[in-house]
């Protein structure tokens, strides 16, 4: 199982990103995946979850209307469009597999940084 993560980078308060999250290894369609991020001294905490098999999607609160999570299916990769950006939204993002509905992860992908300045 493979999980790339990539479109991060900086962006000014009020900016947006897509995050991408290519995925291989699995069959795609079995599995959901989810978005996280940790920020410096803080904990990991969930972002953002699709479950591929349905479309069901699943968000922190903290996203409050601001970020939306896709899936490609041709491509295997999930997006995570973040609009309206914090600087709170700095961290770095990492997106994981779930085979159990986004309750339990099972592989991660490295992280790909997110900076918002002020």
């Known amino acids: 199982v493979q999980l790339q993560a990539s479109g991060g980078g900086l962006v000014q308060t009020g900016g947006s990103l897509r995050l991408s999250c290519a995925a291989s290894?699995?069959?795609?369609?079995?599995?959901?995946i989810g978005w996280f991020r940790q920020a410096p001294g803080k904990e990991r905490e969930g972002v953002a979850c699709?479950?591929?098999?349905?479309?069901?999607?699943y968000y922190g609160d903290f996203v409050k209307g601001r970020f939306t999570i896709s899936s490609d299916n041709a491509k295997n990769t999930v997006y995570l469009q973040m609009n309206s950006l914090k600087p709170e939204d700095t961290a770095v993002y990492y997106c994981?597999?779930?085979?159990?509905?986004?309750?339990?992860?099972?592989?991660w992908g490295q992280g790909t940084q997110v900076t918002v300045s002020s």
């Open positions: 290894g699995f069959t795609f369609d079995d599995y959901a």
């Open positions: 994981a597999t779930s085979s159990n509905y986004c309750q339990v992860y099972d592989y």
């Open positions: 699709i479950v591929r098999s349905d479309g069901r999607t």
